[in-house]
Each structure stands twice: as structure tokens, then as C-alpha cells.
């Protein structure tokens, strides 16, 4: 069982890609999009854009604050 298991985790440890990454074989990368002079290199692909991870707004609250009055906020008829 624990030599299965080495053996598990040995083969798994291999897994991971240590060199950078480049299109396979015959392939190429994707055109230039329109107005671009180059086409985007691998790195640039994954790079996620602001639009695909927004940064994140950690503003505390410093101080008690009052609500405004919501004026759709009806009891029920």
C-alpha cells in the first residue's frame, strides 16, 4: 500500500510544467487583434485583464453611518 502510494505521488510530482509555454507542435499562436502590431505572446495570454479580475475594495466602515430612507420599502398589504 505505502509503495502504491509513492509511487502515486512520484508519477503526480511529475505533472507540472516547468518550461514556459509555447503552442504545440504545427500550431501557431492567435493573430493580432485588430490595431495591434504584434501578436500577444503566451504570457500575455494569461494574464487575466481588470475587467476578468477586478481588484477588490476593502474600505472599512470607520464610522457608524445612517441609512437613507428607502421609500420602497412598503409594509406588506
Known sequence: M??????????LGGCGAAA???PAEGD???VAPYGATAP???????T?????????NDEL??????RRT???DLPPN
Open 40 to 46: 500577444p505572446t503566451p504570457a500575455d495570454l494569461l
Open 28 to 30: 501557431a499562436l492567435p
Open 48 to 56: 487575466p485583464s481588470s475587467q476578468a479580475r477586478p481588484q477588490r
Open 70 to 72: 428607502d421609500e420602497f
Open 2 to 11: 505505502k509503495r502504491v502510494l509513492l509511487g502515486a505521488v512520484l508519477l
Open 61 to 66: 466602515l470607520r464610522q457608524s453611518e445612517l
Open 20 to 22: 514556459g509555454l509555447k
